[in-house]
C-alpha cells in the first residue's frame, strides 16, 4: 500500500554529476526520515545520507561536500544530488522511508536505481 519509486539513476564519467530522486506514495499518514543507501557489488547496503522531517541531515564522510539532500514534504519526495562522482560511488541506489501508513510505523525501501561512475 506504500510504494517507493527511484528514479535518476544512470551512466556518468568521472566528475560528472547525477540527480536521484524519490517519490513515496499510497496510504501515508506522515514521513518521518528518508534516506538514500547504497550497495556496491560484494559488499553490504551502507547508509548515504539521510533527512527528517524537519530538514536535519545527516550525509557520510565519503560523499560528505560532494552529495546533497533534500526533500519537499508536501510531495513526499527526496532527492540526492550527486556532483564530482568517482568510480567508486558505483552502486545501486535506494530510497528508504520510515512513515506512517495507517497510523502504523514501518520502514519502507524503493527497487533500486543503478548509478555507474566510469572512470
Known amino acids: 500500500q506504500v510504494q517507493l519509486v527511484e528514479s535518476g539513476g544512470g551512466l556518468v564519467q568521472a566528475g560528472g554529476s547525477l540527480t536521484l530522486s524519490c517519490a513515496a506514495s499510497g496510504s501515508i499518514f506522515s514521513v518521518r526520515a528518508m534516506g538514500w543507501y547504497r550497495q556496491a557489488p560484494g559488499k553490504e547496503r551502507e547508509l548515504v545520507a539521510s533527512?527528517?522531517?524537519?530538514?536535519?541531515?545527516n550525509v557520510v564522510d565519503s560523499v560528505k561536500g560532494r552529495f546533497t539532500i533534500s526533500r519537499d514534504n508536501a510531495k513526499n519526495t527526496v532527492h540526492l544530488q550527486m556532483n564530482s562522482l568517482k568510480p567508486e560511488d558505483t552502486a545501486a541506489y535506494y530510497c528508504n522511508a520510515d512513515l506512517f501508513s495507517q497510523r502504523l510505523p514501518g520502514r519502507y525501501w524503493g527497487q533500486g536505481t543503478q548509478v555507474t561512475v566510469s572512470s
Open positions: 533527512i527528517t522531517s524537519g530538514g536535519t541531515t
